[in-house]
């Protein structure tokens, strides 16, 4: 019996993960020039991994469909090539994973609109750390073309050069909850019921979910408090509910040692964690899951 078409092309994009892998470590050997050239050719096969993947996650079906419609009434989309940090890409392609976002092209193309109708300026410029890779998005030509053309006022109004890529990045990051700064509120994107929980329980108890994190984040740096060690749960069995933002103040110091010490928890648990998902965690240990 045939195995089913998503198996087949989650294997597909497995092997081209691991070509792209392997070129990646065999590039470290060598000469600058060449190694430039050689990790471009294997980010080739990463990038290509994860557009079969797009097509196998919730709503990628659908996606090729409406492309397609697209193209059929005139609709022209391209391509926008997003440098940023690898780590960012990753935490952005995960985020969008745990609620459900059918297509960071979408979601690229609202923040464009949102630039386009002078209802977003991104807040700074966004250099990020590590090795840079590219994140491609789909986007409407026309609504690219627009923005290009407003860059330069956009760039008047935000005091730095403003570009394509920026737009997209910080409306991304804001949309998905991802924190990219140490600084500033702790944002998160949860399903409706959660933070409703959360925040009719800490007003029972007469407390604030900053007071909540900000006690929960000292216990953790002391160790008074252990990050928990059970498993993620698996894609799909999150909430179903709909994606609500929430946004945390709490101690700047605090708030730099958040972002520091959800690394440090990656590389303990060999799984990806986020600021935001020990936030959650925090949370979750004070208030509890809400009642089914």
């Known amino acids: 019996m045939a195995r089913p078409l998503r198996d087949r092309l989650t294997f597909a994009a497995e092997l081209l993960e691991g070509v792209g892998r392997d070129k990646l470590a065999a590039a470290q050997a060598l000469d600058t020039d060449q190694q430039?050239?050689?990790?471009?050719?294997?980010?080739?096969?990463?990038?290509?991994?994860?557009?079969?993947?797009?097509?196998?996650?919730?709503?990628?079906?659908?996606?090729?469909?409406?492309?397609?419609?697209?193209?059929?009434?005139?609709?022209?989309?391209?391509?926008?090539?997003?440098?940023?940090?690898?780590?960012?890409?990753?935490?952005?392609?995960?985020?969008?994973?745990?609620?459900?976002?059918?297509?960071?092209?979408?979601?690229?193309?609202?923040?464009?609109?949102?630039?386009?109708?002078?209802?977003?300026?991104?807040?700074?410029?966004?250099?990020?750390?590590?090795p840079r890779r590219n994140l491609n998005v789909s986007v409407p030509a026309d609504v690219k073309d627009r923005v290009a053309g407003m860059l330069d006022e956009l760039s008047k109004q935000a005091g730095y050069r403003v570009s394509l890529a920026s737009i997209v990045t910080w409306w991304l990051a804001d949309e998905l909850g991802v924190n990219m700064t140490p600084t500033g509120p702790v944002k998160l994107v949860i399903p409706l019921r959660l933070r409703e929980h959360f925040e009719q329980s800490a007003a029972a108890q007469g407390v604030t979910l900053n007071q909540v994190l900000e006690d929960g984040l000292r216990a953790l740096l002391s160790g008074e408090w252990s990050y928990p060690v059970a498993p993620r749960a698996a894609q799909g069995t999150r909430l179903d509910d709909t994606p609500a933002k929430l946004s945390l103040r709490i101690d700047d110091e605090l708030r730099a040692d958040l972002q520091e010490i959800a690394p440090k928890l990656s590389e303990k648990y060999g799984r990806r964690i986020h600021p935001g998902t020990v936030v959650i965690a925090i949370l979750k240990d004070r208030f509890g899951e809400p009642q089914k």
């Open 36 to 130: 430039t050239v050689e990790a471009s050719a294997a980010q080739a096969f990463l990038d290509a991994a994860a557009d079969v993947r797009m097509v196998t996650e919730p709503g990628g079906w659908s996606r090729l469909r409406n492309e397609s419609a697209d193209v059929k009434a005139g609709v022209a989309s391209v391509n926008l090539p997003v440098f940023m940090g690898a780590d960012l890409r990753q935490d952005l392609e995960d985020a969008a994973k745990e609620i459900r976002v059918p297509s960071l092209s979408s979601v690229a193309a609202d923040g464009l609109r949102a630039a386009a109708e002078g209802r977003f300026v991104p807040p700074r410029a966004y250099t990020g750390t590590g």
